[in-house]
């Protein structure tokens, strides 16, 4: 260690005691203190694990000490696991796993009838899907703010929304939608979360027949998709949901206007080539083909507009779904395009709403579109051609403000209150902070459309997430670098390697960002992350009342008090009504013949928080977990004579092994 380090570590030490002193001795009581605990110097701590003065500084930041909250939670995709992580930041310790396309036995969810239920309305005709691919976690909003009510996710791989109450942090609904397998831009919000947006990705026949590829031209096309949310409902309403058919680029990313471009929203592509690969028949492959042009096309879409088109009835139905033909978004004025360079990826709207972050993967600037310039080129039917669907393009320098040099590989952006930007940088394994212009150049004093600082993160960084970064009123504070690879990171776990959140330091406008920790992250391919003040959330701690029904968010009518229990037979249909209590289940046995349908509702009838009941029953398959006040209902065959030994599988009680009891099928 150099003299220097060591002086610094000097001071940490001696700020530490600075702290402890204050911490533990009070104002008045002027006591002699050695910053010891449990008899060992913090000194010697910090000198016998080798941590320096950044090291220590980290974690004093971001320590929580025990039954002490984190300020902000964090909403991470789970990639192809199907589900959502939650994590405090800025802790980064993990706090849940919401179940939402994948069945997850602890939740119990995919195995009660009430949530195997919302999982397949989810399912397209005829198939059971058991995994989905999240990528973007969306926080509902109220003026353009995060309002800590709902979480919308997409599911890339089969084109899906599904909506999570955060009231309990359950999975409510999901949609299939039904004129892709593929959705990408999505879910994003409107600022009043009128609508939830999935924008399509790989085109495909939006009827879902069989087209070849010589017809892609003609038959393939591109998709976005507003569902339109009902709050007081909490769900999706699909008959006042629509879509816009677009033409066969490849569509990516979208993020919904606000304040002056409220109404609007943005939608980037690539593969305006029209690439259709085979590369296994001498064609360029998709990745070369579909880079082949300078400029794809930013979508700038009039969302007002498309949605008095839809209620005038302007849409066609395809399998069942109202959808607005390309020849009616061009003749009415709902689409419009703006180059953007080099196989773009992130499109980001400003705190401001007047201005378009647009990265380009092999483009080392971002580009800055001003929303104003865009808006008044269309009033004024400035356009300098036509795409080969007659889709008008706005001139690239008409609507371009500025073009800021961030580094190689740049993807998404996010913002802070300070008036900067964070870019990361895909191929650099960095994050860039530069200025932004406009209203927001004034608190900061220093030249607008300007690189500033950057950060190394580890390693390829897909998205970041700041504290509340793509609100009307951004937090700042914290960034959550979602690295890719984590290589040398953590220890040795096989070739599959964890994926790598790192939490960055922001909250000084004046210092550099600085790294403050590393998580692991064992599960999917995290993309998108959203991060909320933690006392926007206000969550139940037991359900509203005992017998309730969580996937309708009342009363369950099947619900029983204690004394209720009982099990009714009608013909070859066997009902029971069970109670959950420390430490027992009523009734204890339960008899059926073979071949009875069995309907099974269990109702945990504490109001303790935390007393939680499992419900695991072999053979058939099933396992629930049913929270103080839950009521939940398996349903099955018994197709099989025995005796079945069910059990609670939350340690509950110090008799939590004595809740059990016998379910015998008869011969
Ligand atoms: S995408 Cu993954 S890094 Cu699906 Cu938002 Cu850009
Ligand atoms: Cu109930 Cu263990």
């Known amino acids: 260690m150099g003299t220097r380090n060591k002086h610094y570590l000097w001071l940490t030490a001696l700020a530490l005691v600075g702290l402890l002193w204050l911490l533990t001795c009070g104002k008045n009581e002027q006591k002699a203190v050695t910053v010891s605990v449990g008899g060992q110097e913090v000194n010697q701590v910090i000198q016998q694990r080798g941590l320096t003065a950044q090291d220590v500084y980290a974690a004093v930041k ?48 995919g195995f009660s009838k009430e949530t195997r239920e919302v999982l397949a309305g989810g399912n397209p005709p005829g198939k059971t899907l058991t995994w989905g691919d999240v990528h973007h976690p969306g926080l509902s909003e109220t003026g353009g703010d995060y309002d800590g009510q709902f979480l919308f996710v997409n599911d890339k791989a089969n084109s899906r929304v599904a909506v999570i109450d955060l009231r309990d942090f359950e999975t409510k609904q999901i949609v299939k939608n039904p004129i892709s397998l593929s959705d990408h831009g999505g879910t994003f919000v409107t600022p009043n979360t009128e609508y939830v947006i999935e924008g399509g990705q790989y085109a495909m026949p939006l009827n879902g027949q069989y087209a070849s590829l010589d017809q892609y031209k003609e038959k393939y096309r591109g998709m976005i998709t507003f569902w339109k949310f009902d709050r007081k409902k909490g769900r999706l309403v699909p008959g006042q949901s629509f879509a816009l058919e677009l033409p066969p680029y490849w569509q990516d990313l979208s993020d919904a206007g606000k304040q002056v471009s409220e109404g609007w929203v943005f939608l980037n592509s690539f593969n305006t080539e029209m690439a259709t690969g085979g590369v296994e028949s001498g064609n360029p492959p998709f990745e070369a083909g579909a880079s082949q042009r300078d400029m794809d096309y930013l979508h700038v879409i009039n969302l007002r507009k498309a949605e008095q088109l839809f209620k005038a009835g302007k849409t066609k139905k395809i399998n069942g779904f109202n959808v607005l033909p390309l020849d009616v978004l061009i003749k009415e004025g709902v689409l419009y395009f703006v180059p953007e360079p080099k196989s773009p990826h992130g499109i980001d709207v400003t705190p401001d709403g007047n201005y378009l972050v647009v990265s380009g993967k092999l483009d080392p600037h971002v580009t800055i579109y001003n929303f104003t310039k865009i808006k008044q080129a269309i009033e004024k039917g400035q356009f300098k051609e036509h795409d080969p669907y007659g889709v008008p393009i706005i001139d690239f320098d008409t609507a371009m403000e500025a073009q800021v040099e961030v580094g190689l590989g740049p993807l998404h952006t996010q913002f802070d209150p300070n008036g900067y930007a964070y870019t990361s940088l895909f191929l650099e394994s960095a994050v860039a902070r530069w200025t932004l212009g406009g209203q927001w150049t004034s608190k900061h004093g220093k030249e607008p459309w300007t690189l500033v600082d950057k950060v190394s993160v580890h390693y390829n960084i897909g998205h970041l997430a700041v504290a509340e970064g793509d609100n009307v009123h951004p937090d700042g504070k914290y960034l959550v670098a979602l690295n890719k690879w984590s290589i040398d990171r953590f220890a040795n776990v096989g070739p599959l390697l964890p994926q790598n959140f790192q939490l960055v330091d922001i909250a000084s406008k004046d210092q550099p960002m600085k790294l403050l920790y590393d998580m692991p992250i064992g599960i999917g391919e995290p993309h998108y992350a959203q991060i909320i003040k933690a006392d926007k959330i206000k969550a139940w701690e037991v359900y509203p009342e005992i017998g309730w029904d969580p996937s309708t968010q009342s009363k369950h009518p099947k619900a029983v008090q204690a004394g209720g229990e009982k099990i009714v037979r009608r013909g070859k249909t066997v009902e029971v009504f069970m109670t959950a209590v420390r430490s027992h289940y009523t009734p204890e046995h339960v008899e059926v013949k073979k071949g009875d349908r069995v309907i099974w509702h269990i109702t945990n009838i504490e109001r303790a928080r935390d007393a939680t009941h499992g419900f695991a029953l072999p053979y058939y398959n099933f396992n629930l977990s049913i929270e103080p006040g839950e009521t939940q209902t398996i349903e099955f065959v018994a197709d099989r004579a025995g005796v079945y030994p069910f059990y609670c599988t939350e340690f509950c009680s110090a008799l939590h092994l004595e809740m059990a009891g016998y379910f015998l099928v008869k011969p």
Do not use: N
């Open 62 to 109: 971001t320590y929580i000490p025990t039954g002490k909250h984190d300020e902000y939670i964090m909403f991470a995709s789970g990639g192809h696991s199907g589900q959502v992580l939650v994590i405090g930041v800025p802790s980064m310790r993990l706090l849940k796993v919401i179940g939402v396309f994948t069945p997850e036995p602890w939740q119990g969810w």
